[in-house]
């Protein structure tokens, strides 16, 4: 007798403790149990597969966060592939959290969670990084006049694309693209658009984490029977 699974509403074997397509654990009744009682041994499975151990997420979590972190930061050569080091990461840490248990299994929700942790302690080691290597670039090895004229660059060339575009719309304003320039090299406007994208890159990295988690999960769901 096959029934469905509730969350993909797909058919699942009627003795299978999980959906064989997106992995959610199922309550398996015995003869002797009614349509509303579980027998207690399913229903611990059940849950031991649903819920997480989050010392040995964390563990796993920090273990690839901080090297992913360091590696997608501004200041990192290879730091333009920090939406992959990120995903790589997340399904890395779900793997290796994945090994510490018994029985060896994990939901794509519980996947996405540790992803989702995994991009947070990674975040916030690239905003770090970044935002202080910057301090001390500029306070402390004083190599502010370097950082500005880069930055005077970066505007220019922002600038004259933009006057670009406006004059082929028909909507130049010279006052506005002006005003816009010199709030763009204060020393105010710098720092938040700094701070900004610092923050925007953090952000992708906690999305593209969160689904590297999940699809680690996924890809383990299909590698993996389930221990029963």
């Known amino acids: 007798m096959e029934i469905t699974c509730n969350r993909c509403h797909q058919p699942v074997e009627a003795e299978s403790c999980y959906c064989p397509t997106c992995g959610l654990p199922q309550l398996v009744y015995t003869a002797e149990?009614?349509?509303s009682q579980a027998p207690p041994e399913k229903i611990?499975?059940?849950?031991?597969?649903?819920?997480?151990?989050w010392?040995?997420?964390?563990?796993?979590?920090i273990l690839l966060a901080i090297p992913a972190g360091v590696l997608s930061c501004g200041i990192s050569?290879?730091?333009v592939l920090g939406l992959?080091?990120?995903s790589a990461a997340a399904?890395?840490?779900?793997t290796l959290y994945v090994r510490g248990q018994r029985p060896a299994w994990i939901t794509v929700g519980a996947g996405a969670r540790i992803g989702l942790v995994t991009g947070l302690i990674a975040g916030a080691v690239a905003?770090?990084?970044t935002g202080g290597t910057l301090f001390v670039q500029r306070f402390v090895l004083h190599q502010g006049g370097s950082i500005d004229s880069e930055w005077k660059a970066r505007v220019d060339a922002s600038n004259q694309l933009t006057q670009q575009f406006a004059?082929?719309?028909g909507v130049a304003d010279a006052t506005q693209l002006k005003a816009q320039k010199n709030l763009m090299l204060s020393p105010e406007g710098h720092a938040g658009i700094e701070v900004f994208g610092m923050a925007g890159n953090s952000l992708f990295l906690l999305l593209f984490a969160a689904g590297g988690g999940a699809m680690g999960a996924r890809l383990l769901a299909r590698s993996r029977r389930p221990e029963v």
Do not use: C
Not at 44 to 53: F, I, K, Q, Y
Not at 55 to 61: N, Q, T
Not at 91 to 94: E, G, L, P, S, Y
């Open 84 to 86: 992959f080091w990120m």
């Open 55 to 61: 010392k040995l997420a964390l563990r796993a979590a």
């Open 167 to 169: 004059a082929q719309m």
């Open 127 to 129: 905003f770090s990084v």
């Open 33 to 35: 149990a009614g349509p």
């Open 77 to 79: 050569p290879v730091g």
């Open 91 to 94: 399904a890395w840490a779900v």
């Open 44 to 53: 611990e499975t059940v849950r031991d597969a649903a819920s997480l151990d």
